[in-house]
Nanobody, 120 residues
């Protein structure tokens, strides 16, 4: 059993910065890839940042230069540093991890999400 727990969400002013964390726990053999998503109301989840176990990162154009994803392998934790926040980025933020367990070479696991509110 694997669990992901996000933290760091909350209220912030536009233009400010915030760091989210996502800690994985359970029967983890290795973490193949990690990603952060947000879900605007009525829409599908959108990728914000991704990183694989080799450290290669991927960002959509909308957040390049403002968001940074990083990992602490010793803690099985992925972080998302978000700068220059915009009010339209008020959403629930989720982490997703592709994790290998004793029963699987890799499966996607999602956290329950953390709400980030950006005030203008």
């Amino acid at each position: 059993q694997v669990q992901l727990v996000e933290s760091g969400g909350g209220f912030m002013q536009a233009g400010g910065s915030l760091r989210l964390s996502c800690a994985a726990s359970g029967s983890i053999v290795s973490i193949n890839a990690m990603g952060w998503y947000r879900q605007p109301p009525g829409r599908q989840r959108e990728l914000l940042a991704a990183i694989n176990r080799d450290g290669l990162t991927n960002y959509p154009d909308a957040v390049k230069g403002r968001f940074t994803i990083s990992i602490d392998n010793a803690k099985n934790t992925v972080y998302l540093q978000m700068n220059s926040r915009k009010p339209e980025e008020t959403d629930v933020y989720y982490c997703k991890e592709d994790i290998a367990t004793p029963d699987s070479y890799g499966m996607d696991y999602w956290g329950k999400g953390t709400l980030v509110t950006v005030s203008s």
